[in-house]
C-alpha cells in the first residue's frame, strides 16, 4: 500500500513540551515538505528537503527543526518556542527533478493545552 | 515576492449550477499553477494543473486555463454535484534549471458549499 503516512492524526501536548511529528513515504519521492494550516490562513511552508541529509527553511521556520537521515522520512519537531503552535501540519513530497507536482499526507492536528 | 489571491468564501451554489473559482498571481516569471481541493479533516488532493501560459489543466469535470497577459488561473466546472463541496486551493511554483523546486505558494482556500 502506497503513500504518505502522517501520525498520529490527533496530537495533545502541553505547553512549553517539545513534539515529533511523524512522516514516512514509500513512494520513492526525493522531496519532502512541512505546511501548516490554520483556518483562513491558506498554506504555509515551514521547511523543506530535496534530498538525504540535506534542508532548507520555509517561510515561517522559526520554533521548528527538522532531520532527514533517511529517504522515506522527514519528521517534524514543534519546539517550546513556537508561539502558537496548534494547527493542522501537513506533509508533502515531490517526484525527481523535473516534476513538480507535490503529494500530501492525511495531516496531523495539533492541539497545545 | 510571490503571491496567490483567491476569491474570499464561502461560495454556495445549487447543484448542476456553473462554478467559478478566481485565482490571480503575482510573481517574477512564469510558474506552474495548480488547483487542490480539500476534504474536511483530509489531506490536499492535486485536482489539475498548468505548467505554461495558455496550457488549459483539466479532471472530473474542472478547467482551468494559464492566462499569462492576466496573471490567472480561474477554475470552472460546468455543472456542480453535491460532492464537490469542499475547499478549493490555488498554488504556484517554480522549478529551478536543475529540477528542484521550493515549496508551493498557496492562496488562502475557497469554501465551496454545493446545495441539493
Known amino acids: 500500500d502506497g503513500g504518505i503516512t502522517q501520525s498520529p492524526k490527533y496530537l495533545f501536548r502541553k505547553e512549553g513540551q517539545n513534539v515529533t511529528l511523524s512522516c514516512e513515504q514509500n513512494?520513492?519521492?526525493?522531496?519532502m515538505y512541512w505546511y501548516r494550516q490554520d483556518p483562513g490562513q491558506g498554506l504555509r511552508l515551514i521547511y523543506y528537503s530535496q534530498i538525504v541529509n540535506d534542508f532548507q527553511k520555509g517561510d515561517i521556520a522559526e520554533g521548528y527543526s527538522v532531520s532527514r537521515e533517511k529517504k522515506e522520512s522527514f519528521p517534524l519537531t514543534v519546539t517550546s518556542a513556537q508561539k502558537n503552535p496548534t494547527a493542522f501540519y501537513l506533509c508533502?513530497?515531490?517526484?525527481?527533478?523535473?516534476?513538480?507536482?507535490?503529494?500530501f499526507g492525511p495531516g496531523t492536528r495539533l492541539t497545545v493545552l | 515576492g510571490n503571491s496567490v489571491t483567491q476569491m474570499e468564501g464561502p461560495v454556495t451554489l445549487s447543484e448542476e449550477a456553473f462554478l467559478t473559482i478566481n485565482c490571480t498571481y503575482t510573481?517574477?516569471?512564469?510558474?506552474?499553477l495548480f488547483w487542490y481541493v480539500q476534504y474536511p479533516g483530509e489531506g490536499l488532493q492535486l485536482l489539475l494543473k498548468?505548467?505554461?501560459?495558455?496550457d488549459k489543466g483539466s479532471n472530473k469535470g474542472f478547467e482551468a486555463t494559464y492566462r499569462k497577459e492576466t496573471t490567472s488561473f480561474h477554475l470552472e466546472k460546468g455543472s456542480v454535484q453535491v460532492s464537490d463541496s469542499a475547499v478549493y486551493f490555488c498554488a504556484l511554483i517554480f522549478t529551478y534549471s536543475g529540477g528542484g523546486a521550493d515549496g508551493l505558494t498557496f492562496g488562502k482556500g475557497t469554501h465551496l458549499i454545493i446545495q441539493p
Open positions: 513512494l520513492n519521492h526525493d522531496a
Open positions: 498548468a505548467t505554461k501560459a495558455d
Open positions: 508533502a513530497t515531490r517526484r525527481a527533478s523535473g516534476q513538480n507536482e507535490q503529494f
Open positions: 510573481a517574477t516569471g512564469y510558474p506552474s
